[in-house]
């Protein structure tokens, strides 16, 4: 163990920030900058919100790989438990202590992400495309016949809300008030708030549950042999819900992006000569949709390669700066799966396979639907949402020629209720930049689900 360096002045270095809309234009400049600092450099989360992130490959596996060094528990976190970071600061909720997989270790964890893996693994693959591919057709019903429509708000935000309502069993009222909750916690805005609107919602469906149990990953998690108790089920529930939506729109909206501004994979594609695998796999290399977590909490004073981690201070995995490391030498991205998009160690992701599966049916149907669409603006004039962990789009606004529905009518436990006229609806262009897109897609949502 190397002696510990004396601590810098507060000034020294400069932390630098990962939020605000700078950071989300041009996160690569900001991981170059990083980088010129060492495989781990000082950030700052939010205000006043200080961390170290990895931006170095083989750092990011050290650190994911090395548990006898680095904790996930938040409870280490030092910052946060004598008040330096208030518990009401809008990055908490997304690095808070929760009885669930992903804040454990050892034992604990095991069992806890036993219960998770044996639950997803009675998800059949056929029923899962199913489940996307009816609710997709129904969403690109209702776009097709305007000729225009946000990707973001009216396709790639609700899809996976729609599948993951039916693979857990979630009643259709019980729509608005998750989809609240989830974008509060992801955004920022009234995160307290939206952290107790999700956590009752919760409460409630495992209460439906134990007294209704069904065919659905809530009601599988019930009877694992872990034993989940009501506080530990809520909390899987927040992490399954917010790894499954989130993370997966943003891969399923970063895809279309691509696709439909880059000629190398959108004339590819519809050639049929680039599988859509491999531009998901471009997509996770370059714009994985969480770019930065993975948040870990050294265990006792540490030096890696001249950088000091000090025991309880976060240490926060930049997938994204890790996947486009100088370093690596590997420029083939096509089937290659040695990206650190889904994370990697015991906390890799669980359900890369059924991310994959939903990101895929999603892209292809679409593409297959509406095969001459286009964006509607120059690729450099779409934005990106500000926040430090997501790479997510403000909106993705699309043209086609119209076309009818495909003929086929969704049930209501399928799919939400017809949305209003797109005479009537803000064109994908006018989405405001400042956050507001996402509280309308919200609202859009709720409509939809009570069938306005």
Same mark, same amino acid.
Request: aromatic share 6%; net charge negative; proline share 10%.
């Given at each position: 163990?190397?002696?510990?360096?004396?601590?810098?002045?507060?000034?020294?270095?400069?932390? %630098?920030?990962?939020?605000?809309? %700078?950071?989300?234009a041009d996160?690569?400049?900001?991981?170059?900058?990083? !980088?010129?600092?060492?495989?781990?450099?000082?950030?700052?989360?939010?205000?006043?919100?200080?961390?170290?992130?990895?931006?170095?490959?083989?750092a990011?596996?050290?650190?994911l790989?090395?548990?006898?060094?680095?904790?996930?528990?938040?409870?280490r976190?030092?910052?946060?438990?004598?008040?330096?970071?208030?518990?009401?600061?809008?990055?908490?909720?997304?690095m808070?202590?929760?009885?669930?997989?992903?804040?454990?270790?050892?034992?604990?964890?095991? #069992?806890l992400? $036993?219960?998770i893996t044996d639950?997803?693994?009675?998800?059949?693959?056929?029923t899962?495309?199913?489940y996307?591919?009816t609710?997709?057709d &129904? @969403?690109?019903?209702?776009?097709?016949?305007a000729?225009?429509?946000?990707?973001?708000?009216?396709?790639?935000?609700?899809?996976?809300?729609?599948?993951?309502?039916?693979?857990?069993?979630?009643?259709?009222?019980? $729509?608005?008030r998750?989809?609240?909750?989830?974008? $509060?916690?992801?955004?920022?805005?009234d995160?307290?708030?939206?952290?107790?609107l999700?956590?009752?919602?919760?409460?409630?469906?495992? &209460?439906?549950?134990?007294?209704?149990?069904?065919?659905?990953?809530?009601?599988?998690?019930?009877a694992h042999?872990a034993?989940?108790?009501d506080?530990?089920?809520?909390?899987? @529930?927040v992490?399954?819900?917010?790894a499954?939506?989130e993370?997966?729109?943003? /891969?399923?909206?970063?895809?279309? #992006?691509?696709?439909?501004?880059?000629?190398?994979?959108? $004339?590819?594609?519809w050639?049929g000569?680039?599988p859509?695998?491999d531009?998901?796999?471009?997509v996770?290399?370059?714009?994985p949709?969480?770019?930065?977590?993975?948040?870990?909490?050294?265990v006792h004073?540490v030096?890696y390669?001249?950088t000091?981690? !000090?025991?309880?201070c976060?240490?926060?995995?930049?997938?994204?700066?890790?996947?486009?490391d100088?370093?690596?030498v590997?420029?083939?991205?096509?089937?290659?799966?040695?990206?650190?998009a889904?994370?990697?160690?015991?906390?890799?992701?669980?359900?890369?396979?059924?991310?994959?599966?939903?990101a895929? &049916?999603?892209?292809?149907?679409?593409?297959?639907? /509406?095969p001459?669409? %286009?964006?509607?603006?120059?690729?450099e004039?779409? &934005?990106?949402?500000p926040?430090?962990?997501?790479?997510?789009?403000?909106?993705?606004?699309?043209?086609?020629?119209?076309?009818a529905?495909?003929? #086929?009518?969704?049930?209501?436990?399928e799919?939400p209720?017809?949305?209003?006229?797109?005479? #009537?609806?803000?064109?994908?262009?006018?989405?405001?930049?400042?956050?507001g897109?996402?509280?309308?897609?919200?609202?859009?949502?709720?409509?939809?689900w009570?069938?306005h």
């Amino acid at each position: 163990m190397t002696s510990l360096p004396p601590v810098p002045p507060p000034a020294c270095p400069v932390h %630098e920030p990962l939020y605000g809309p %700078e950071f989300a234009a041009d996160p690569a400049a900001a991981y170059r900058r990083l !980088r010129a600092l060492g495989p781990i450099a000082p950030v700052e989360l939010a205000p006043g919100v200080p961390a170290s992130l990895v931006v170095g490959y083989e750092a990011a596996l050290h650190v994911l790989r090395s548990t006898e060094t680095f904790s996930k528990d938040p409870r280490r976190w030092q910052a946060l438990s004598d008040g330096t970071v208030p518990a009401d600061s809008p990055i908490v909720p997304m690095m808070m202590y929760r009885p669930n997989a992903l804040w454990a270790d050892g034992e604990e964890h095991s #069992r806890l992400r $036993g219960a998770i893996t044996d639950s997803l693994a009675r998800v059949d693959s056929t029923t899962l495309r199913g489940y996307v591919e009816t609710c997709a057709d &129904t @969403l690109i019903d209702r776009m097709a016949p305007a000729g225009r429509a946000d990707l973001l708000g009216e396709y790639a935000q609700v899809l996976p809300l729609l599948v993951f309502n039916r693979l857990f069993g979630c009643p259709a009222d019980y $729509g608005d008030r998750l989809v609240e909750g989830m974008s $509060g916690i992801f955004d920022g805005v009234d995160a307290e708030k939206a952290n107790e609107l999700l956590a009752t919602t919760l409460f409630d469906l495992v &209460t439906l549950k134990r007294k209704q149990p069904g065919h659905d990953v809530t009601s599988w998690l019930m009877a694992h042999p872990a034993a989940l108790t009501d506080e530990e089920m809520i909390h899987t @529930l927040v992490l399954l819900m917010g790894a499954g939506t989130e993370p997966q729109q943003n /891969l399923i909206a970063n895809s279309l #992006r691509l696709l439909l501004a880059d000629d190398r994979f959108g $004339g590819s594609l519809w050639r049929g000569s680039l599988p859509v695998e491999d531009a998901l796999d471009e997509v996770l290399w370059t714009d994985p949709p969480m770019a930065n977590y993975a948040v870990h909490y050294p265990v006792h004073e540490v030096v890696y390669e001249g950088t000091a981690l !000090r025991e309880g201070c976060p240490v926060v995995v930049s997938l994204a700066a890790a996947n486009t490391d100088p370093a690596l030498v590997a420029d083939q991205r096509a089937g290659n799966r040695a990206h650190l998009a889904w994370s990697a160690g015991p906390h890799n992701c669980p359900a890369q396979g059924p991310a994959r599966l939903i990101a895929a &049916t999603a892209v292809e149907k679409l593409l297959d639907r /509406l095969p001459d669409i %286009e964006l509607a603006v120059d690729a450099e004039e779409l &934005t990106w949402r500000p926040g430090p962990f997501h790479r997510a789009l403000i909106a993705l606004p699309v043209t086609f020629p119209r076309a009818a529905p495909a003929g #086929r009518t969704a049930t209501r436990a399928e799919a939400p209720a017809e949305p209003e006229p797109a005479s #009537r609806q803000a064109p994908p262009s006018a989405v405001p930049a400042d956050g507001g897109a996402r509280r309308g897609w919200a609202a859009r949502l709720r409509a939809w689900w009570h069938g306005h």
